[in-house]
């Protein structure tokens, strides 16, 4: 069976610092992977996706990157955190397929920026 | 883009009524739709995939319509009880090569009263 993992559960930042928060997920190759934003009590804003190894696309710029360093690793950063980064972020995973089309979401990782 | 109208933002049921969400969606490209439910504080859990080759979709105590033609996609969750008061959220897509997007609706958060 498929795991996402992501780390850590929650981080309390103050602005103008760095961030890094990360994704494995396990039991699958080559999936695609997708970051997620959501405000509190706000709707999924997608990030970035990834559809393979090095390679990652931009959906809405909000100053941050992303990288995938491993075939089973997604990262998500930035060099200086603002308020409006606040919020809950979410791992997601998908296989190929249009039969076998899932989007699942890793348990997230809250972030307060003060 | 694809744009997603999720309709009500909120709504509150007795217990043993029934609740019904909709989505409207704009492309009609869009292939795989997806509902999701969030309880407060926590990730996303799938209720039910949904592709455009299949209309209805029933669940454990809920069905999912999809009518291409209107562009809407609606849940109905029947006899709706306490536990089912949570955040639910459509998805919308159309995966393919070089377009690997879900827009996601702005959420509706359900209350049912005992």
């Known amino acids: 069976a498929q795991t996402i993992h992501q780390w850590p559960v929650a981080e309390i930042k103050a602005v103008g610092s760095p961030l890094s928060l990360g994704c494995t997920i396990k039991?699958?190759?080559?999936?695609?992977l997708y970051w997620y934003w959501q405000a509190t009590g706000g709707t999924l804003q997608q990030l970035f996706y990834?559809?393979?190894?090095?390679?990652v696309e931009s959906v809405v710029q909000l100053n941050l990157s992303a990288s995938r360093p491993k075939d089973d690793q997604f990262i998500l950063s930035t060099e200086k955190l603002l308020l409006s980064h606040s919020g809950f972020y979410l791992c997601?995973?998908?296989?190929?397929?249009?039969?076998?089309?899932?989007?699942?979401f890793g348990h997230g990782t809250k972030l307060s920026v003060l | 883009g694809e744009q997603v109208e999720q309709r009500p933002p909120h709504l509150s049921v007795r217990e043993g009524d029934s609740a019904v969400i909709t989505c409207t969606y704009t492309?009609?490209?869009?292939?795989?739709f997806f509902w999701y439910k969030q309880e407060p504080g926590a990730s996303l859990q799938l209720l039910m995939k949904?592709?455009?080759?299949?209309e209805i979709n029933e669940g454990q105590g809920f069905t999912v319509l999809l009518n291409k033609k209107d562009k809407r996609l609606s849940l109905n969750l029947t006899a709706a009880h306490p536990g089912d008061s949570a955040a639910y959220f459509c998805?919308?897509?159309?995966?393919?090569?070089?377009?690997?997007?879900?827009?996601f609706g702005a959420g509706t958060r359900l209350k049912v009263i005992a």
């Open positions: 997601a995973w998908s296989s190929t397929g249009r039969a076998n089309e899932r989007l699942f």
């Open positions: 039991g699958k190759s080559s999936p695609n």
């Open positions: 990834s559809i393979t190894v090095g390679q």
């Open positions: 492309d009609p490209n869009s292939y795989y």
């Open positions: 949904v592709f455009s080759s299949t």
């Open positions: 998805a919308v897509g159309r995966v393919n090569t070089g377009n690997y997007k879900y827009v």
